[in-house]
């Protein structure tokens, strides 16, 4: 019996995946454990494995496409099964949600025009429909009445490509993606001819015009979101609006931490390892937290979840947006391991390779921006967490001590509270003490 290729859950706040490649075609044999597909949720690629035996019958989600969690994107079974029940059966269930076939140039020309949308997933007027707008100008005109699929429109545009030049090989000679791709490659022209366009009527008014010169290419790009896009902006408009936020900020001498960083890699010159300010910050904040658990802490609607260990997740910007990768007991880790496992997470985050227990189960987190220039920011938190820290960076800044005005490197350090769970004082009592701690380094091993 057919087994059918689900698209898996394969992170705990996974929605929907998109199938980045793959690893079999059909036809080939599987057996169950095999790694089948390569998938990207929205936190990284994942791989996707096979759970029968037999043989590849059918690719239903093409690489590049998307499908919820729970659909059907391929079938295994016997190489003499019948399988079209499933396939027309998955196919239905797929239709509407963005999975399937990426090329849509099969649909008919007027499926296009009764809908009024583009069938690659962008508005039918600003696409060039077979709707002939009332009043448009020559150009248009000539493209209204021009039969093409929409993802042959876009291809167009995007290339420069007229359409009225191109031949089209699809129903009653209708432009698809392949007559585009064709014009690309042999040099078509972009430009129509003059008797491709009808003469403008004469303005009452002639007025000179000045040169102006056009840029080439086209005027925008419309860039499809990545999961990781999705679930942040999904995440961002769960916090910024439920989430009460307010923002505490102080000014830190780092001075001393600096030294500190500059002995502690002094001895590990020998090892072939470094500590960044950012390592020192990491440790620092853990031990404060165990000072202060009630910011350790998680909002649950009906009770506050107050943790006995601390796990610093650390925002580290990747290609689509950014992750959180999670530093466990970063009380109990010296500050050399904290910064062997912020690189190694760090470098797997941005390939995209991390493990969903790496980047899950926070307790608190740190965004640090200083290394760009920044200064001063607020982060926005990250639920169900009741904190996050924005670090900006170290600056040298004028400062009155003993009525003398000394040069001194400062850094802020910008609290994001929830205000369901911390309160002022709170807050204030805890930025107090983690200035304390990275002021005096040593404070922080006591």
């Known amino acids: 019996m057919a087994t059918k290729v689900h698209m898996e859950a394969l992170s705990p706040t996974m929605e929907e995946g998109q199938v980045v490649k793959w690893l079999l075609s059909e036809g080939d044999g599987v057996r169950s454990g095999d790694v089948i597909a390569e998938i990207e949720t929205d936190k990284a690629t994942m791989e996707l494995t096979a759970r029968g035996d037999g043989v590849l019958r059918a690719i239903l989600v093409a690489e590049g496409g998307t499908a919820p969690v729970g659909h059907v994107i391929a079938l295994i079974g016997a190489a003499d099964e019948d399988i079209s029940e499933l396939r027309a059966a998955a196919l239905a269930a797929s239709e509407g949600n963005g999975a399937g076939p990426a090329e849509a140039d099969s649909a008919p020309a007027d499926a296009e025009v009764a809908a009024g949308t583009d069938t690659d997933g962008g508005d039918a007027s600003a696409s060039g429909s077979a709707v002939e707008a009332p009043g448009s100008g020559a150009a248009g005109d000539i493209e209204g009445r021009i039969k093409a699929s929409p993802l042959a429109r876009r291809l167009a545009a995007e290339s420069g490509v007229e359409l009225s030049v191109v031949s089209g090989s699809g129903p009653a000679g209708r432009i698809v993606k392949r007559d585009i791709e064709a014009a690309i490659a042999a040099g078509t022209d972009a430009s129509p001819s003059a008797a491709q366009i009808p003469a403008a009527r004469t303005p009452r008014t002639r007025i000179p015009a000045a040169p102006m010169l056009v840029p ?119 500050v050399a391991q904290i910064g062997a496992e912020v690189r190694e997470l760090a470098g797997r985050a941005r390939e995209k390779r991390l493990q969903p227990d790496e980047y899950t189960g926070a307790t608190f987190s740190i965004s640090n921006l200083g290394m760009f220039g920044i200064h001063e920011f607020t982060a926005v938190i990250n639920p169900p967490e009741a904190g996050i820290l924005a670090v900006g960076g170290v600056e040298e800044v004028p400062v009155v001590e003993a009525g003398q005005v000394v040069v001194r490197n400062r850094m802020k350090i910008t609290m994001s509270c929830d205000h369901r769970v911390i309160d002022g004082a709170l807050g204030a009592a805890y930025l107090a003490t983690l200035k304390g701690m990275l002021e005096e380094p040593a404070a922080i091993l006591v």
């Open 216 to 334: 080439s290419g086209a005027e925008f790009e419309d860039v499809p979101l990545s999961q990781m896009r999705k679930t942040i902006a999904r995440r961002l408009t769960e916090s910024i609006g439920p989430v009460p936020h307010f923002f505490l900020t102080i000014a830190v001498d780092m001075g001393r931490a600096m030294e500190a960083r500059r002995t502690i890699n002094a001895m590990l010159e020998g090892e072939g390892r470094r500590i960044s300010l950012n390592d020192l910050i990491i440790r620092a904040t853990a031990a404060a937290l165990k000072r202060h658990p009630a910011c350790n802490a998680h909002w649950r609607g009906d009770s506050i979840r107050l943790f006995n260990r601390v796990h610093i997740g650390v925002a580290v910007a990747v290609e689509d947006g950014l992750i959180t990768p999670v530093i466990r007991d970063a009380d109990l880790k010296g």
